[in-house]
């Protein structure tokens, strides 16, 4: 692998780490959460929580008595917990969008970046090789891609093309 490679991985993960070092308390604990509501131990808690309230309360088990027959509590419990379950989600979730959004960003700025400095690469070399006689049958090619393109001009374009 490149150093340059190795120090881009390096840097990105050094990143993530202050990130995640930088969350506040409550999204670590949403995180957390959600982590654990995700993974196969929750599945497994609930079906032998659920499955013991179900079986115990249709009286299944001697010698224990029903305290919820007709399940009105075990689904006010379900309810209340997909409500927090949920809300952790989505916290979550936002959070993670902002990551995402700041990775956008930043892809968007280093392609602006390349497409300006591609642009300066073409311009040059059609200096060459006009300096050097040369008769390129891409030209035209070539004089397309030394001229800039403004980005404003391109998002413009791409939405008036996706109102149609």
Known sequence: ????????IQALVERRRRE??????????ADSITAFAGSMRFVYFHLAAFGFWIVANLQWIP?????????VVLGMIASVEAIFLSTFV????????????KRADLDLQISLLTEHELTKVADVLNQVARRLQIDSRSQADLDEASRSIAPERVL?????????
């Open 20 to 29: 995640q070092a930088d969350a506040t308390a409550q999204e670590k604990l």
């Open 90 to 101: 989505l916290i979550s979730q936002n959070r993670m969008a902002a990551e995402a959004d």
């Open 156 to 164: 413009d374009k791409i939405e008036e093309t996706s109102r149609r």
């Open 63 to 71: 010698g224990v008595t029903a305290w919820d027959p007709t399940f």
């Open 1 to 8: 692998m490149s150093p340059v490679l190795e120090r881009n």
